[in-house]
């Protein structure tokens, strides 16, 4: 069970926070913190021996077996590889946000539980086999980092962009489980590798294209592609640890883990592949062009999160191409699924880094504003080498290991043109050249980033604080993180073998039965090939457009701001669901009860009674039935004489004493039909409730001569008659045609036996209706707390007006 166990460690942990935030204020909690990380990478290492001889390890933990809903922690290649990046890059942010985080000015207890809250929540979103048990863990994600965007709670943007990644990624969320809902239907099953073995069934549903759209719209807007991209920048309002984990490991990954993960069973259509290589193109060029409008550090670094992120989310769609071509493993297509995971890795280790170095010049200068930065190099030569390396590596520049998989991925994009199926062989042509002009553009931000804020001239009186190298403890996390990136590109094929292999099997089963047959070697030296010149085309292109990029960066000024997606989303928010919507609710949100009351009893029929006529559910017959005594006759006419007189009465005393009456009544119903039981409650409450309305009633004044001379109300008449009607109906139509057998012998056969109880009735209570009995006891413990804090509240004001006078 500590398979499964280790995915909740992150979250128990969580519960210990307060007690070492306030009890050890000597020590900062994110030592404490960094255990359970460093803890956790230490155990997955341990898979690394079986997982990349093409093993998988799954324990199953049951949850709600009669649905077939379980906890099931599957290890293979690919979530294992993710498990690592979560924990490992997750001990680099807890060190970083240390030595970031002021234990004395910051609620540090509060960061870290949604730190470990959110990291428990994408463990299980890369192990879960179990789609029920995946979609808990992905709205998890959601609502954890919403919690850490809006950390910093007291500004508005923090909170603006924590309910935008929220409201987006959420809704997307939403779709999914709807693919995945269809998905369960078609299979049988909610397994993920029970769905992988029957693929090709799948394929031929009328649902299976619905199901493979709403997947991807859940994947789209997690990992932030385009048009659903908006959210990302908005979220670097959160600290720089917290962006610096979103984006490289955790958050904006998991939506590529998941168009990883259903390649298996969607990639034998032709729109999967269209959509996904396509949409990953789109968003590679959009976030590579936009980030050079950008002047906020951690705004270039979004986009060119953003444009990474389509670069891999199209070399994954291309992937899918291996499944419509014969020996396909012996093809350059190959190629695509093994560049996505490399570049996954590599973007981890440089896109860590360079977050963690804008946090730095942030902390140390006071400002992220890269039109006040400039000439830091020789105050800060530890980040200016970090951040060298992280952008040549983004940039796809040797001797770096960014430039061993945009090689890679120059090399999927340039197969396109040679699959003659779904009109590639014309359209196909767009491929390589979107993806060279975007890596122009990525080649510049790069430089942007890097030139603008560590070269040129020092401009320290626009600085709020003076600039100075950061402390040995902030350099710990990026150093290691840019030795990887010059580490991997000298021994790539060490990494390769260990990680990326098993993962592509992971994603391509039906091509590779285990790693070893992935026959592709890294190098970073393949000759004069297209890519080399592809590449030599970038760095020439690039290089110039950097020079003169004063000259052409004004273009951005010229864009329409009023025909943005973000404009679009605040129309959306502030007007559509804001303004208009708040008029529309005016109109009938009133404060007046009755009026609730009759919208409620006017829908209700409406919806029931239309529904009982359009599918003919309504059947009434005698048989079966028992014959009708006049002494039930009289108590039929002595309810409806009391039901008339408590609402035609003149007099409140007159009302409570018949409506008492007709609850007198319909205890007596009980007592004919053999239910002592429900007798016995409905006289306690029927005494009860007639001594409080007496009560109540009695301070009030008298009917005043306006209200009794009331006119009749058609509209209340109607929604009466029509309430009575529907009941009616139902009653007469469940009675007279029961499909199944009454659950009440259920109930009789299995109360002693199953229950081990004698009272039938409590019986139900407790053990049937266990769920149902206690929530009512939680609403009335709720209740209850809120009553004690409220009187408890009043006392403490009363208490203090007391000593100030």
């Known amino acids: 069970?500590?398979?499964?166990?280790?995915?909740?460690?992150?979250?128990?942990?969580?519960?210990?926070?307060?007690?070492?935030?306030?009890?050890?204020?000597?020590?900062?909690?994110?030592?404490?913190?960094?255990?359970?990380?460093?803890?956790?990478?230490?155990?997955?290492?341990?898979?690394?021996?079986?997982?990349?001889?093409?093993?998988?390890?799954?324990?199953?933990?049951?949850?709600?077996?009669?649905?077939?809903?379980?906890?099931?922690?599957?290890?293979?290649?690919?979530?294992?590889?993710?498990?690592?990046?979560?924990?490992?890059?997750?001990?680099?942010?807890?060190?970083?946000?240390i030595f970031y985080l002021d234990r004395k000015r910051e609620q540090l207890h509060n960061f870290y539980i949604y730190l470990l809250i959110f990291m428990s929540a994408m463990l299980g979103v890369v192990q879960s086999d179990n789609m029920i048990t995946l979609y808990l863990f992905w709205e998890l994600t959601s609502i954890s980092s919403f919690l850490l965007i809006g950390y910093w709670f007291n500004r508005d943007k923090s909170r603006f962009g924590a309910l935008k990644s929220m409201m987006i990624t959420v809704a997307g969320g939403m779709l999914m489980l709807g693919g995945f809902v269809l998905l369960s239907l078609m299979g049988g099953t909610f397994s993920i590798r029970a769905l992988i073995e029957q693929a090709p069934l799948l394929a031929t549903n009328d649902l299976f294209i619905v199901a493979l759209v709403l997947v991807l719209l859940g994947a789209f807007t997690k990992s932030a592609q385009f048009p659903f991209y908006i959210w990302l920048p908005d979220a670097m309002e959160a600290p720089t640890p917290v962006s610096a984990y979103l984006h490289s490991a955790t958050m904006v990954k998991a939506g590529i883990y998941l168009v990883a993960r259903f390649t298996p069973i969607f990639a034998l259509s032709e729109a999967w592949v269209w959509l996904v290589a396509g949409i990953g193109l789109l968003t590679l060029f959009w976030g590579s062009f936009f980030a050079l409008k950008q002047t906020d550090l951690k705004g270039i670094l979004a986009f060119s999160t953003v444009s990474q992120l389509g670069l891999i989310m199209s070399l994954l769609g291309v992937s899918a191409i291996a499944y419509h071509v014969d020996g396909a493993e012996d093809t350059v297509f190959k190629y695509a699924a093994f560049a996505a995971i490399f570049h996954l890795i590599n973007h981890a280790t440089f896109k860590g880094s360079l977050f963690m170095i804008a946090g730095i010049v942030d902390h140390e200068t006071g400002t992220r504003d890269i039109r006040k930065l400039g000439g830091l190099m020789s105050l800060m030569p530890v980040s200016f080498t970090v951040a060298i390396i992280g952008s040549f590596s983004m940039a796809g520049l040797p001797p770096f290991n960014g430039f061993l998989s945009k090689e890679m991925f120059l090399i999927a994009m340039l197969s396109v043109t040679e699959f003659d199926l779904f009109n590639f062989s014309t359209w196909g042509l767009l491929f390589p050249i979107i993806a060279w002009v975007a890596s122009v553009f990525t080649f510049i931000y790069s430089f942007y980033f890097v030139f603008r804020t560590f070269t040129g001239k020092l401009k320290v009186d626009q600085l709020p604080t003076k600039p100075h190298e950061a402390p040995i403890g902030m350099l710990i996390s990026p150093v290691i993180l840019a030795g990887l990136v010059v580490t991997i590109f000298f021994i790539p094929n060490i990494v390769t073998d260990t990680f990326v292999k098993p993962a592509v099997v992971a994603i391509q089963p039906f091509l590779y039965t285990s790693p070893n047959d992935v026959h592709i070697h890294v190098s970073a030296w393949h000759g004069p090939t297209p890519e080399l010149f592809m590449t030599i085309g970038i760095v020439v292109v690039g290089l110039l457009l950097f020079l003169t990029l004063s000259k052409w960066q004004k273009l951005y000024s010229t864009l329409p701001e009023r025909f943005t997606l973000n404009r679009f989303y605040d129309f959306t928010i502030n007007q559509l669901l804001g303004s208009w919507m708040t008029r529309f609710s005016k109109l009938y949100m009133t404060g007046s009860i009755r009026k609730y009351l009759a919208y409620m009893f006017t829908a209700i029929p409406v919806f029931v009674i239309g529904t009982l006529i359009v599918k003919k559910a309504f059947v009434f017959t005698l048989e079966g039935s028992s014959p009708i005594h006049l002494y039930e006759i009289i108590l039929i006419l002595v309810l409806v004489i009391g039901t008339i007189t408590s609402v035609f009465a003149r007099s409140r005393i007159t009302s409570i004493i018949a409506l008492g009456a007709v609850g007198y009544t319909v205890s007596l119903f009980f007592v004919i039909f053999n239910a002592p039981d429900l007798a016995l409650t409905q006289l306690v409450i029927e005494t009860i409730s007639v001594a409080l309305f007496l009560m109540a009633f009695y301070h009030l004044p008298k009917f005043s001569k306006v209200e009794e001379r009331t006119r009749f109300k058609f509209g209340r008449a109607f929604v009466s008659i029509a309430v009575g009607v529907m009941v009616t109906l139902v009653a007469l139509s469940s009675h007279s045609q029961k499909f199944i057998e009454s659950i009440s012998n259920y109930y009789k056969e299995t109360v002693y036996s199953e229950a081990g109880g004698g009272n039938i009735v409590n019986v139900i209570l407790v053990d049937y209706r266990g769920f149902d009995t206690l929530f009512e006891i939680a609403v009335l413990a709720i209740a209850g707390i809120s009553i004690f804090a409220m009187i408890k509240l009043r006392l403490s004001r009363k208490e203090k007006n007391y000593e100030s006078k």
Request: proline residues 5%; glycine residues 6%.
């Open 1 to 97: 069970m500590l398979q499964i166990l280790c995915l909740f460690i992150p979250i128990m942990a969580a519960f210990f926070m307060p007690f070492f935030f306030k009890k050890i204020r000597n020590v900062h909690t994110g030592w404490f913190v960094l255990i359970v990380p460093l803890f956790l990478v230490i155990y997955y290492s341990t898979f690394i021996p079986a997982v990349s001889k093409g093993e998988t390890v799954i324990e199953q933990l049951n949850w709600i077996p009669s649905l077939g809903i379980s906890f099931v922690s599957y290890i293979d290649g690919l979530s294992l590889l993710f498990s690592l990046l979560i924990s490992g890059i997750g001990a680099l942010v807890v060190l970083y946000s």
